[in-house]
Nanobody, 125 residues
Framework: QVQLVESGGGLVQPGGSLTLSCTLSRGTLDYYAIGWFRQAPGKERKGVSCIDSSAGHSTSYADFVKGRFTISRVNAKNTVYLQMNNLEPDDTAVYYC?????????????????WGQGTQVTVSS
């Protein structure tokens, strides 16, 4: 069974940076498209970024993170990263990664059957 583990969350000041990791603890990452999502208190879970499993590692980003966040993957480490720069208070949320065993990726929650437990990111001074 696919298991995903997120790490790297924490408290950071506005303008700061964090790098989140999503590690596939069972299985081989090569075959999975991975998405990052976030959910703030009282709000719906939203797609942040995703990366497909093709050789080109195509990526997609939500408009609200373009130019600030970068997604990447190192299949040899079974890990996908989300580098977050210039963080804002509105980025405060629980961040989740999700996986689906297809080539392309989507920023829709319904696309992914496998989810991690999430990691908290708090942006505050």
């Amino acid at each position: 069974q696919v298991q995903l583990v997120e790490s790297g969350g924490g408290l950071v000041q506005p303008g700061g940076s964090l790098t989140l990791s999503c590690t596939l603890s069972r299985g081989t990452l090569d075959y999975y498209a991975i998405g990052w999502f976030r959910q703030a208190p009282g709000k719906e879970r939203k797609g942040v970024s995703c990366i497909d499993s093709s050789a080109g590692h195509s990526t997609s980003y939500a408009d609200f993170v373009k130019g600030r966040f970068t997604i990447s993957r190192v299949n040899a480490k079974n890990t996908v990263y989300l580098q977050m720069n210039n963080l804002e208070p509105d980025d405060t949320a629980v961040y989740y990664c999700a996986a689906e065993s297809v080539h392309h990726c989507e920023l829709e929650t319904a696309f992914y059957p496998h989810w991690g437990q999430g990691t908290q990111v708090t942006v505050s001074s």
